[in-house]
């Protein structure tokens, strides 16, 4: 799911490079859309989250929907989103392939209902179908794919080896998978912040954590079968404004409730700092735009963020 997908950073490429335990828990407080897992955290943070990361970081989005479109096979009928959440993926999807249908998956119906109401006047609703599945519960029953998308959501299955053969298996021969992840995402402090090292103590943190841990896929999608074409790490830094202030908010917010143990007050202090100078921007949303007599909002904290794309074909 492009965060479209997770709202937290990975570990990056950095991340440890093994065969996930089955039986371990590396999931992000809120956000598991390709397995039945973690339902019980609060979807409506974690979905308002994915769509600031989507807004945010929508060039990524469009960098990582390249590969696929530089790679998918021809004629195109049909693309399938696995996690899909709010839907940010299955949009783009759609427009990148006008003459394909896709089929979004999603174990948590809240999302596919955001998903459903974010189709509302794009033109795209009679070309992309909902589907609620958990796939740690089996394959979805959606037919044969023409391209097969997990975007930040393979990490979430108990078996991401058994999800990637099931795939292999959908693909039409000379399909495509595509698997994108994140890595380091973090707001960009000012130069003159007291705490600039606040990034890379958030991202250990997040490592101690087990948010978002992947490992390399490249050797899971050669063992089902497929046959690897492009391995990408685009990254960006978003400037300070509107959208990357209520971005950094958001964020800060949650790694400052879900990681406090793992922090130093130093860092929970920076993370206020964060909050603080973000909180003026944080409801800009639903604050009338002709109502001046309230302070102007004043934009200092930036985005940075990164995906990692992989893209397996499978053999003719």
């Given at each position: ?6 709202p ?6 950095g ?12 999931h ?30 929508g ?25 899909a ?13 006008p ?8 174990a ?20 992309v ?21 997990a ?7 108990a ?35 007291a ?6 103590h ?15 896929w490249?050797s ?9 074409v ?10 300070p404004?509107?959208?990357a202030?209520?971005w950094?908010h958001a964020t ?10 793992h922090l ?17 921007t944080h ?7 002709a109502?001046?007599?309230?302070p102007?909002p004043?934009?200092?904290?930036g ?7 992989w ?6």
């Amino acid at each position: 799911m492009e965060p479209t997908a997770s709202p937290h950073p990975a570990p990056g490429p950095g991340a440890p490079h093994r065969r996930p335990d089955p039986h371990e828990a590396h999931h992000e407080p809120g956000h598991a859309h390709g397995s039945g897992h973690d339902h019980h955290h609060d979807d409506a943070g974690c979905a308002q989250v994915l769509d600031l990361d989507a807004q945010v970081f929508g060039g990524l989005l469009d960098q990582a929907v390249a590969v696929a479109v530089e790679h998918a096979p021809t004629p195109m009928r049909t693309v399938v989103d696995l996690g899909a959440g709010t839907g940010t993926g299955s949009r783009a999807l759609a427009r990148a392939f006008p003459d394909a249908g896709v089929v979004a998956v999603d174990a948590d119906p809240a999302m596919l209902d955001r998903l459903r109401a974010g189709l509302a006047g794009t033109g795209l609703g009679d070309r992309v179908r909902t589907v609620e599945a958990d796939l740690d519960a089996g394959w979805p029953d959606v037919g044969t794919a023409d391209v097969v998308w997990a975007s930040a959501s393979l990490h979430h299955v108990a078996d991401p080896a058994r999800v990637l053969r099931d795939a292999h298996d959908a693909l039409a021969p000379g399909g495509l998978l595509v698997v994108v992840e994140m890595t380091a995402t973090s707001p960009v402090l000012p130069d003159d912040a007291a705490h600039a090292d606040l990034a890379a103590h958030l991202a250990s943190a997040m490592t101690h954590a087990g948010w978002n841990r992947y490992p390399d896929w490249t050797s899971y999608l050669v063992d089902a079968g497929l046959e690897v074409v492009d391995r990408r790490e685009p990254t960006a830094v978003v400037p300070p404004g509107p959208d990357a202030s209520r971005w950094a908010h958001a964020t800060a917010a949650r790694q400052r409730e879900h990681l406090a143990d793992h922090l130093a007050p130093a860092d929970l202090a920076a993370l206020d700092a964060v909050l603080a100078a973000t909180a003026l921007t944080h409801h800009d949303d639903t604050t009338d735009p002709a109502d001046t007599t309230g302070p102007t909002p004043t934009h200092t904290i930036g985005a940075r963020g990164g995906r990692i794309v992989w893209a397996a074909r499978r053999p003719r």
